[in-house]
């Protein structure tokens, strides 16, 4: 989920322990979701469309899932699963840099194609993908992103995910790390500007689509690095596959070319339908140094390969005609709701994510459990997620809803959130 200012202002005052602050600032509202058994849901079987039966028997309709384009249930990844497994079985438990199944390799030709004729490296996950390539980045070795002899100057966007900001302790051996609101640009252009005066490289870092419906200029972002001979990591794992050619993602369709100064981060689990995430790079030698010397690369286990048969299947869907009727009815059905919901919250009219609301933290509770009592599942998103006393109600749109689906839940919020107070 997305971090904000108040998820790791902790870290800039006094107290050390940031994550024991937290934990005591949160527990009470966690605490509370958990024992109502709003979080923590088992599913034991998957309907038609976005439905799901729970282990005590009731169906719910999905909203909480991010397969933003309903790829997951796809016939062509389901059969590309069985046969990997008679193929290879399970898993094959070497590290790729002695030995990989040949799947990688044809994922990654199609990757390269899909993400406009970049040079991809595979992972278990996005996560995994920010601890493999942000530290060879910030060790100035990685071909075709050098660093000044002074070193490199991270500024990060204060919203963006968790998976990027945990890993600041690590950031700041390379070099310190600003975290800043990118939507205040004046105080953009003054780090910038004490990065050029001291001498340093300047990495952006931000989201494209934030995971609680944000967004970011990422043209800008991209220009304003290069003006400063610095670069731009954009994590684009809720952009993914959701527009542009071949699926390429908000980024990429936002920018339209692969820049020389950009990192790509994407999921290949969201609305890629399938497991794991990938870093693209402008250069060739950058991707297989990332296989030679990224620690987690090097040493972990591969990813699923059944998972990893499931995106070649679904990398062929985006090389299709049909990734083009995905979207459109993706976004049919983006529009739809907008229209259809009174109090919807829009931060960005292609994001997929939709958030409503609520304020305390008790109330997005109840309001969480109500929604699940007359059969819908939404995420009560909640400190430290979001800032203190501004939680909201989570919602993911996919292709996959029917016009149904969406009329029955915005009848159902519209009456549970009219007049709300806390």
Known sequence: MAETLALLEKTEIASKNWLSDRIKTSSPYQEQIWEQGINDLTIVSRTHGRGIVCSAGQEYIDFMSCSYLGLEQHPALRQAVKMSVDKFGVQYSAARTRAKCDTFDYLEDKLNTIFLDSYTVTFNSVGAAHLAVLPILGSGELPGYGMSPKGVQWIMDKTTHASVQILRGILEQFGH????????????????????????????????????????????????????????????????SIIGKNGCGYTLHQIGEFSDNLILLSSLSKAFGSHGGSASFSHPQSASFIKK??????????????GIAACLASADIHLSGEIIALQKKLQDNIHFFDNAVRNVEVKDKTSPIRTLQIGCETEVIKTSRQLRQQGFLATAAMYPTVPKSESIIRVALSAAHSIDDLEQFASSVNALTEGLTC
């Open 177 to 240: 790390c600003d975290r800043i609101n990118f939507s205040d640009q004046d105080k953009l252009y003054t780090a910038l500007e004490l990065c050029r005066q001291n001498g340093k490289t300047p990495v952006l870092i931000s989201d494209s689509l934030g995971s609680m419906g944000g967004s970011h200029d990422v043209s800008f972002l991209t220009n304003l690095a290069a003006e400063y001979q610095g670069y731009y990591y954009v994590d684009d794992a809720h952009g993914t």
């Open 293 to 306: 010397y990224a620690l987690n690369y090097i040493f972990s286990g591969p990813p699923s390969l059944p």
